[in-house]
């Protein structure tokens, strides 16, 4: 089925292990985003690229690093985990960054810091 | 900067009932309002969405309406089933936001047979 894959769905760190989030789509979008999901906070943008070879800071982006591989992959890597980081993370795309078309999600990964 | 505030959950309400979650924004220009739905588990599906004031958006039996005036997009179903529990997120995004789109806190609802 065409979408969002994200790898993996459930992961445990300890502190100051470093770990990388994939997230490929097979949609031909322009636009890719992470997002992180915190109970009560709704999701926080982290990093956001809004075309290939590109990548942009969000609202959260202290602790973590992208790379937008190619069009059609985007990964998250954070290189030393700390327990502020366990999260549910989700990665988002979009045709472009246009304000009139939605977000296609993945299911997300599941992230325990401990 | 631009600002999404949604009524806080949990919505309880028996399977048939009447549902409405209010939404109000904050934002500069004219921003596309979104709402998602997130099932347990999953990802956060788009549900409906308009670009412009006035317009409704529609799908699987929920509608919204883009309220300029008020700045506001509630969403409403005329008749809840249990499948409808979820997490509903309103959302928008606008040119003056960087084309970046901005969530709400979510509402849980959970429906009663």
């Known amino acids: 089925n065409a979408g969002v894959t994200q790898t993996p769905k459930f992961q445990v760190l300890k502190t100051g292990q470093s770990m990388t989030l994939q997230c490929a789509q097979d949609?031909?979008?322009?636009?890719m985003y992470w997002y992180r999901q915190d109970p009560g906070m709704g999701l926080r943008l982290i990093y956001y690229?809004?075309?290939?070879?590109?990548?942009d800071k969000g609202e959260v982006p202290n602790g973590y690093n992208v790379s937008r591989l190619n069009k059609r992959e985007f990964s998250l890597r954070l290189e030393s985990a700390a327990p502020s980081q366990t999260s549910v993370y989700f990665c988002?795309?979009?045709?472009?960054?246009?304000?009139?078309?939605?977000?296609?999600f993945g299911s997300g990964t599941r992230l325990t810091v401990v | 900067g631009d600002s999404v505030t949604q009524m806080e959950g949990p919505v309880t309400l028996s399977e048939e009932a009447f549902l409405t979650i209010n939404c109000t924004y904050t934002a500069t220009g004219y921003p596309s309002l979104f709402w998602y739905v997130q099932y347990p588990g999953e990802g956060l599906q788009l549900l409906l969405k308009a670009t412009k004031a006035d317009d409704k958006g529609s799908n699987k039996g929920f509608e919204a309406t883009y309220r300029k005036e008020t700045t506001s997009f509630h969403l409403e179903k005329g008749s809840v089933q249990v499948s409808d529990s979820a997490v509903y997120f309103c959302?928008?995004?606008?040119?003056?936001?960087?084309?970046?789109?901005?969530f709400g806190a979510g509402t849980r609802l959970f429906v009663k047979a």
């Open positions: 988002a795309s979009s045709e472009t960054p246009g304000v009139e078309y939605g977000y296609t």
């Open positions: 959302a928008l995004s606008s040119p003056t936001g960087g084309f970046k789109t901005i």
């Open positions: 690229s809004a075309s290939e070879g590109t990548t």
């Open positions: 949609m031909n979008h322009n636009s």
